[in-house]
Structure formats: structure tokens, C-alpha cells
């Protein structure tokens, strides 16, 4: 499986920003799609994931901000990222779990205040 992640940029706090990732290879429709953030000095974090069901988990610190979103047909996972705050800045990462755990190459987001 590859993960092909695209969209993070930098921002001005309050901005949005999307940022989207596309599977491919030997893909299973089942699979949990997410995307982690890794802020320097700091632990790869869990943000949002989704479910092919489109069921829904997000970090307490993104809810009511990010939104997270999938096309099974087209095997990609959106993220939605509105009312951005400096703490959000931090490299995002798309993630694929079916039996292993894969990841994309890392996008930056940087949020100025």
C-alpha cells in the first residue's frame, strides 16, 4: 500500500486549510483511514480517523474544527482543518490499517499567530 498525502502549507492563525491523501496498491475497502500529526520534540499523535462506515474518531483538541472524510471509491481520506491555532503546526501524516499499519511521506502544516 502507498500513501500519497498532499495539501499543508502555512497559514495564519484562524485560517483553514485541507489537506487530502490517496491509497494505492493492494487496498481493502475495510480499512481505517486516518491522519497523525507529529509537532517537533513531541509523540506522533492520533487526529481523526474514519471507518469505510464513515465512523468517525478525532483528537479532543481538533473536535468541532477538523473534519475528516473518505471516498471509498476513489481510496482517498480528506481532513478539513478550520479555525487553525498555532498548536496545530506540526507534520500530518496519512494513515492506512488493514492487518499492517501503513504510512504516507508527511505533510507540514505551520500555523502563524
Known amino acids: 500500500v502507498q500513501l500519497q498525502a498532499s495539501g499543508g502549507g502555512l497559514v495564519q492563525a484562524g485560517g483553514s486549510l485541507r489537506l487530502s491523501c490517496a491509497a494505492s496498491?493492494?487496498?481493502?475497502?475495510?480499512?481505517?483511514m486516518g491522519w497523525y500529526r507529529q509537532a517537533p520534540e513531541k509523540q506522533r499523535e492520533l487526529v481523526a480517523s474514519?471507518?469505510?462506515?464513515?465512523?468517525?474518531k478525532y483528537a479532543d483538541s481538533v473536535k468541532g474544527r477538523f473534519t475528516i472524510s473518505r471516498d471509498n471509491a476513489k481510496n482517498t481520506v480528506s481532513l478539513q482543518m478550520n479555525n487553525l491555532k498555532p498548536e496545530d503546526t506540526a507534520v500530518y501524516y496519512c494513515?492506512?490499517?488493514?492487518?499492517?499499519?501503513?504510512w504516507g511521506q508527511g505533510t507540514l502544516v505551520t500555523v502563524s499567530s
Open positions: 474514519i471507518t469505510r462506515g464513515g465512523s468517525v
Open positions: 494513515n492506512y490499517i488493514w492487518g499492517h499499519e501503513y
Open positions: 496498491g493492494d487496498i481493502v475497502s475495510s480499512a481505517i
